[in-house]
């Protein structure tokens, strides 16, 4: 079964302006770890981002910021002012307890920054 | 090291060759993950090791595929008589403890491109 969900294979967006991707994960654990990954051209996922299962606040990194809504099981990525350097693909993951350390990704959208 | 080293960066070999791709993890980091990644689609799991421990091969597609992590630190995956749909990337990740916490976020490596021609 599908446990991450990201339905935008490719975004585009204008340089300085933001943009949401999307992501949706399944689980009925009660604790839960939601990450976001940048993965360039040069291969190497990046880690952006962080949510936890019972964090009462939305996550902040800088330019990224995680809209997390738990009843709707949604975690979107926020990049605000995006560069042409944000243009990557980007992955949501899921990290359960209960299934001891693996991680899930979801399918990644393409992000392109337009100057 | 700094980070996560993964050789060779690239890999061609001939339909049934033996093909063996090393993972360096950042010393010190106890967990060890290897996924395999295809065109187009998110890293999909292999196994993972604590330590020299391999605690949960299930990701593992056939047993044609075989990982090691003899000293709990460099680990190699070993891929026997490959097959075209092996052809993938292949990316190994560590992180710091083995504590099944949701928070520890894992290091990856810049992977091993696989062509199996």
């Known amino acids: 079964a599908q446990k991450i969900t990201q339905t935008q294979p490719g975004m585009f967006v204008q340089e300085k302006e933001a943009v949401t991707l999307d992501c949706t994960y399944d689980t009925s654990d009660p604790s839960y770890g939601l990450f976001w990954y940048k993965q360039p051209s040069s291969g190497e996922m990046i880690f952006l981002i962080y949510q936890g299962s019972y964090d009462q606040q939305n996550a902040t990194e800088g330019r990224y910021s995680l809209n997390f809504q738990k009843a709707r099981k949604s975690a979107n990525l926020v990049i605000s002012a995006s560069q042409l350097g944000d243009s990557a693909m980007y992955f949501c993951?899921?990290?359960?307890?209960?299934?001891?350390?693996?991680?899930?990704f979801g399918t990644g959208t393409s992000l392109t920054v337009i100057p | 090291g700094a980070g996560v080293s993964q050789s060779p960066r690239y890999k061609v070999a001939k339909r049934g060759q033996d093909v063996a791709l090393r993972c360096d993890p950042i010393?010190?980091?106890?967990?060890l993950f290897w996924y395999q990644q295809a065109l187009g689609q998110g890293p999909e799991f292999l196994t993972y090791?604590?330590?020299?421990?391999?605690?949960?091969k299930s990701g593992l597609p056939s047993d044609r595929f075989f990982a090691e992590r003899p000293e709990g630190s460099v680990s190699t995956l070993k891929i026997q008589r490959t097959q075209q749909e092996d052809s993938a990337v292949y990316l190994c990740?560590?992180?710091?403890?083995?504590?099944?916490?949701?928070?520890?976020?894992?290091?990856f490596g810049s992977g091993t491109q696989l062509s199996v021609l």
């Open positions: 993951a899921m990290r359960r307890t209960n299934t001891g350390n693996q991680f899930y």
């Open positions: 990740a560590s992180s710091l403890d083995g504590r099944f916490a949701t928070n520890e976020k894992l290091f």
């Open positions: 090791f604590q330590n020299e421990a391999q605690l949960d």
């Open positions: 010393s010190g980091h106890v967990s």
